[in-house]
T-cell receptor, first 113, second 113 residues
Framework: GAGVSQSPSNKVTEKGKDVELRCDPISGHTALYWYRQSLGQGLEFLIYFQGNSAPDKSGLPSDRFSAERTGGSVSTLTIQRTQQEDSAVYLC???????????FGPGTRLTVT | KNQVEQSPQSLIILEGKNCTLQCNYTVSPFSNLRWYKQDTGRGPVSLTIMTFSENTKSNGRYTATLDADTKQSSLHITASQLSDSASYICVVGTKAAGNKLTFGGGTRVLVKP
């Protein structure tokens, strides 16, 4: 079956612009996670959605970052007024239950110039 | 603070040889430990997942061990192949709400012919 998909695969934007990154989780997966992987760094947790519960936003690095999950499926990560330090690969993962194995998407490589 | 440390940071081995990667963690309360393989430019792919009561798990040529008392895990790659060249990431989940994952920095393995 289809895995987690993300779009775009690559995004180049100018400093100060807003960007939206999209994640389509595996159908039926109730848990959805966003992570960030900066060059040479490990994966960094950003935000977690579980069903209709309020999202866990504890990993968001600043108020320029926000995410939504509509209808319990597709999620959008928005970065406002992008900065060069936002350049990274943004990975989305989903799982059937919070304790389940997370399936990762291919990521979106964001470059802020 | 929850931490996952991996060693070595990088490793070069000859095709056909074995190698072992190490992972030490301080995550609490512990729920599970996973090893992921991440090819360059791709999202992580799960290799194994172990809970507290499991001390070994295999997936083909990959064998993971877990010592929950010493909070250590290892990933053994047998008869390495060129396709094993990748980053291997140790990830520990907590029992806290949302099964937040703490990621190690990864070990970059390069298999040479």
């Amino acid at each position: 079956g289809a895995g987690v998909s993300q779009s775009p695969s690559n995004k180049v934007t100018e400093k100060g612009k807003d960007v939206e990154l999209r994640c389509d989780p595996i159908s039926g997966h109730t848990a959805l996670y966003w992570y960030r992987q900066s060059l040479g760094q490990g994966l960094e947790f950003l935000i977690y959605f579980q069903g209709n519960s309020a999202p866990d936003k504890s990993g968001l690095p600043s108020d320029r970052f926000s995410a939504e999950r509509t209808g319990g499926s597709v999620s959008t990560l928005t970065i406002q007024r992008t900065q060069q330090e936002d350049s990274a690969v943004y990975l989305c993962a989903s799982s059937t239950i919070p304790e389940g194995g997370q399936y990762f998407g291919p990521g979106t490589r964001l470059t802020v110039t | 603070k929850n931490q996952v440390e991996q060693s070595p940071q990088s490793l070069i081995i000859l095709e056909g040889k074995n190698c072992t990667l190490q992972c030490n963690y301080t995550v609490s309360p512990f729920s599970n430990l996973r090893w992921y393989k991440q090819d360059t430019g791709r999202g992580p792919v799960s290799l194994t997942i172990m809970t507290f009561s499991e001390n070994t798990k295999s997936n083909g040529r990959y064998t993971a061990t877990l010592d929950a008392d010493t909070k250590q895990s290892s990933l053994h790659i047998t008869a390495s192949q060129l396709s094993d060249s990748a980053s291997y990431i140790c990830v520990v989940g907590t029992k806290a709400a949302g099964n937040k994952l703490t990621f190690g920095g990864g070990t970059r393995v390069l298999v040479k012919p």
